[in-house]
């Protein structure tokens, strides 16, 4: 490993800790003091989720990186893990799956710069679907790379469950496990079959952002051939002897990542966590709080549109009502207990402006050149026709602002339940921010388009 990938992978390793140490500090002040009256069961939940984000960071300090066996039954998932290890550590045999439950086994590679920790998993079609499914996305992820083991033609079930472990934006690598029984199979023949299997399937197509570096053949526990054995002293015999595992091509595949981004990965995995955890924050709070958001909304909506409409100065129109509208974000955030500063509230309102496409623009403008009829209007007088065109154009503009305030609101508040990860530090912005730094050789390079799309 060069020098410039140690000190990329520990600087990744600093921005990741960063993020959890402010996610922690934050949440940890805010439900111990909040603005708001304390809600025992709200605090309970935020607690439940900051142990989530503690863990994320134990887990960053402990260098163990998770490396998650999945597959259908009799894949040889166990047999793989005993050939990386050298040793029968899972149990193995002939009976129709053996692991009935998720067991590890911890390894130090020759670097010793991490750890690793193997888990071997019940085969995916062994045990009831949603019971599966619940056990496949909690170990999906607490690891950092997955093993997906596959023996034989690669049927449309294994399919199907590789596009749904893809889901938990994980680095996946396909073991194409006795290859000693199917000499046929290499990395083209296997990924062409991935393709045909992923043809029609609009969104679930593998081969987007698996290619065929990221898939290895081994023969993790071949079969005994049966072999001549010539002896100088004795007649020729007959016996069955079982050849070594064919397991090098994964070991170093192995070996290469955890050299080149193992704690990239860490760094990344505990980033995810903490971003699940933040938006699993601010959704309860934004439930258990609707009420008052919906209060909060609609109040700065008549506020501002009271203001809007008996102001005659068309420049405070618009100042007045952009302070109106970041004050509304700033005090849902205070309400929801999220971090928001006068900056980030401003960047939301610009966002939100510019990606209404351009309703909400178009409101303002209308509502400025509004301001200044209205201006025009009390210029000229306080007649009769003036006071009228005065006070319809105030109403026109006073609805046009209410609308904006309304809307302005509700927008924030869909940003809001994302957790707000997204501001200085948050775990979507430091995401991006690794993603844009890897290497393109690199096994999360590949899955770059497809987070890139779920972060923005």
């Known amino acids: 490993m060069t020098q410039s990938a140690s ?3 520990e600087s990744h390793v600093n921005q990741a800790r960063a993020s959890l140490q402010q996610a922690l500090s934050w949440y940890g002040k805010v439900y111990r003091h909040g603005p708001y009256p304390p809600d025992a069961t709200l605090q309970a939940a935020v607690r439940d989720r900051l142990r989530t984000i503690e863990s994320a960071s134990e887990k960053l300090d402990d260098k163990t990186v998770r490396i998650a066996t999945f597959g259908l039954v009799s894949r040889g998932k166990s047999a793989v893990i005993n050939a990386l290890l ?6 193995t045999g002939p009976l129709h799956g053996v692991t009935r439950w998720p067991q590890s086994a911890r390894w130090t590679p020759p670097s010793g710069k991490v750890i690793v920790e193997f888990i071997d998993t019940p085969g995916l079609d062994e045990i009831a679907g949603q019971e599966r499914a619940q056990m496949a996305r909690e170990v999906a992820a607490q690891s950092d790379l997955i093993l997906f083991v596959v023996a034989g033609d690669i049927t449309r079930t294994e399919y199907q469950a590789l596009c749904e472990l893809r889901a938990a934006q994980k680095p996946l690598l396909i073991v194409f496990n006795k290859v000693d029984l199917y000499p046929d199979a290499d990395r083209e023949r296997i990924y062409q079959q991935l393709q045909q299997l992923g043809a029609g399937e609009s969104g679930r197509r593998l081969q987007q952002v698996l290619s065929a570096d990221e898939i290895v053949t081994v023969a993790a526990a071949p079969a005994p051939m049966h072999v001549r054995v010539e002896r100088p002293d004795a007649p020729d015999s007959h016996e069955w002897e079982t050849p070594p595992p064919q397991i090098d091509a994964l070991r170093a595949k192995i070996l290469d990542i955890l050299n080149r981004e193992g704690r990239s990965l860490l760094a990344l995995n505990a980033l995810f966590q903490a971003r699940e955890a933040e938006v699993a924050i601010a959704q309860t709070t934004l439930q258990m709080r609707r009420e008052l958001a ?6 700065y909506a008549r506020n501002k549109s009271i203001a809007v409409g008996i102001n005659p100065i068309a420049v405070l129109d618009a100042i007045g009502g ?3 509208d ?8 205070r309400l929801y207990g999220l971090p928001m500063t006068s900056h980030e509230a401003g960047k939301l309102w610009r966002t939100i402006l510019f990606s209404s496409g351009g309703l909400l623009l178009g409101e303002l403008v209308s509502s400025v050149l509004l301001g200044f009829g209205k201006s025009a209007s009390a210029v000229v007088g306080w007649d009769g026709s003036g006071l009228a065109a005065f006070g319809g154009t105030a109403l026109l503009q006073a609805g046009i602002a209410g609308y904006g305030a309304y809307a302005i609101g509700r927008a924030a508040q869909d940003y809001l339940e994302r957790g707000c990860s997204w501001g200085p530090l948050g775990p979507s912005t430091t995401i991006r921010d690794i993603l844009e730094q ?3 050789n690199a096994i999360v390079y590949r899955l770059r388009q497809e987070l890139g799309q779920q972060l923005a």
């Open 7 to 9: 000190h990329r992978q």
């Open 86 to 91: 050298g040793q029968k550590v899972m149990h």
């Open 438 to 440: 890897v290497e393109p």
């Open 322 to 324: 952009a302070i109106a």
């Open 326 to 333: 970041l004050a509304l974000i700033r005090a849902l955030a």
């Open 294 to 299: 919906e209060a909060l909304i609609w109040r």
